[in-house]
């Protein structure tokens, strides 16, 4: 069974930087698009960032293009947020996702994704 598990949420003020964690178990890393997702409250889960499934390219939001990156471990099974010049509209519930057949197209929208970590809080303060 896979299951994805986040952690390095917390409070910061803006401006500042936090790294998030995504451990995965159950499969490897190999052939699987891997994303990261954020919901604020009242507000729709929105697409942050994403690698395609060959983990060559990377894809990000408008939103945190220049502030956010993307990275992974492979031996580690392990995907990471970095996140920096953080700002009020960051804060939000940020989510791993990845989807379940091997190979398949990199997904910009929820529903194209099938497994979900149970997601770690991010607030920022002005």
């Known amino acids: 069974q896979v299951q994805l598990a986040e952690s390095g949420g917390g409070l910061v003020q803006a401006g500042g930087s936090l790294r998030l964690s995504c451990a995965i178990s159950?499969?490897?890393?190999?052939?699987?698009?891997m994303g990261w997702f954020r919901q604020a409250p009242g507000k729709e889960r929105e697409f942050v960032a994403a690698f395609n499934w060959s983990g060559s390219n990377t894809y990000y939001a408008d939103s945190v293009k220049g502030r956010f990156t993307i990275s992974r471990d492979n031996a580690k099974n392990t995907l990471y947020l970095q996140m920096d010049s953080l700002q009020p509209e960051d804060t939000a519930v940020y989510y791993c996702a990845t989807r379940a057949s091997q190979f398949g197209r990199t997904g910009y929208v929820p529903e194209q994704y099938e497994y979900w970590g149970q997601g770690t809080q991010v607030t920022v303060s002005s």
């Open positions: 159950g499969r490897t890393f190999s052939s699987y698009v």
